[in-house]
């Protein structure tokens, strides 16, 4: 189950340190952190550990989907009848499906989708997302080009 946002955790500012240091790269050395943040290296990675641990953050690769053959991204708007959890809990299931999230408007669910191709857009949209129980609706917007991505907004 997704933490709700009531549940914050508290982090001192030198978490908040070690975090910034890891978006802006995710490869930086427990050395390198340390020495910025003023902490030993063992005191560094148990830190890291224990925010990975408790879900604070992840480290992961960041790729470009059209490097690696996906060259059709959108995002879906899905209007659902009845309880969203279920239908994003579905939509979490499927390769194709990088983003779920529960919203207030329009839509009551955006998905963002990597795809192949058209063929392979249409097939998730109709064949997987439309046949989910609860969907009465969607609608596409398809990515022409991205502009902005970024990861490092820093903790506040």
């Known amino acids: 189950m997704a933490k709700k946002a009531t549940d914050v955790m508290e ?3 030198v978490s908040k340190s070690i975090i ?17 943040v003023g902490l030993s290296e063992a ?13 604070v953050m992840q480290i992961v690769a960041v790729t470009n989907p059209l490097e690696l053959g996906f060259p059709r991204q959108a995002m879906i708007g899905i209007k659902v009848k009845g309880p969203l959890e279920p239908v994003a809990e579905e ?7 990088d ?3 529960i919203t207030a408007g329009t ?4 998905a963002e989708v990597v ?5 392979h857009l249409l097939e998730v949209i109709s064949q997987k997302i439309r ?7 969607t609608e596409t917007f398809m990515y022409l080009s991205l502009r902005k991505q970024t990861y490092t907004w820093g903790v506040r």
């Open 91 to 97: 939509l979490e299931a499927y390769e194709e499906v």
């Open 99 to 101: 983003y779920v999230v």
């Open 20 to 36: 910034e240091q890891l978006q802006q790269d995710g490869r930086r050395s427990y050395a390198a952190i340390a020495k910025a």
């Open 11 to 13: 982090l001192d500012d």
């Open 131 to 137: 046949a989910i129980d609860g969907v009465v609706g």
């Open 115 to 119: 795809c192949e191709d058209d063929d």
């Open 107 to 110: 839509f009551d669910v955006l």
């Open 43 to 55: 005191a560094v990675r148990q830190r890291v550990h224990r925010l990975l641990d408790l879900g």
